[in-house]
């Protein structure tokens, strides 16, 4: 009989830990480090396990080439990142913050090639899921 009362004990600790367990969110909250490490990764290094993560589903990516503004959505990104998978850019990369507060941030992403800069101002939001990329504006010189 004491054996049984034990592993009924037992079998209810069990249960219990598990419920409690349960109500815990199972995805990790994304800081602001984050969303831009991967973006840099992806973009520089062609690391991109991280991206889809990091990208809010509304995002949008915007090129000016020349006079003419290119845009992009979450999906071309990943595409454009999973062709370019594990290809380092040579390029020197400085990363600037320009504005921040508790619920935006942009940062200035600066890639010297030598013969040209590309210039990316990725804006990354304090969304319900954590901080992700909600826009992107890259300029070439």
């Known amino acids: 009989m004491k054996t049984l ?3 009924i004990l037992g ?3 069990l249960v219990t830990a598990n419920v409690v ?3 815990e969110p199972s995805t990790i909250k994304l800081t602001k480090s984050n969303a831009i490490d ?3 990764s992806s973009v520089t ?3 991109n396990t991280d991206l889809n993560n990091v990208i809010e589903h509304n995002a ?3 090129i000016l080439r020349g006079k003419q503004v290119m845009s992009f959505g979450k999906a071309d990104m990943l ?3 999973k062709e370019n998978q594990n290809i380092r850019q040579d390029c020197t990369t400085s990363v600037t913050e320009v504005e921040s507060n508790d619920d935006m941030t942009i940062v200035k992403v600066d890639m010297n090639y030598g013969t040209f800069n590309r210039t990316n101002y ?3 939001a304090n969304t319900g899921d954590g901080w992700k990329i909600t826009n992107v504006y890259s300029v070439f010189k």
């Open 79 to 81: 595409k454009f990142s």
């Open 122 to 124: 990725v804006t990354v």
């Open 21 to 23: 367990k349960a109500d």
């Open 45 to 47: 290094l062609g690391q």
């Open 38 to 40: 991967a973006y840099i």
């Open 60 to 62: 949008k990516f915007n």
């Open 11 to 13: 079998l209810a600790l």
């Open 5 to 7: 009362k034990s592993i």
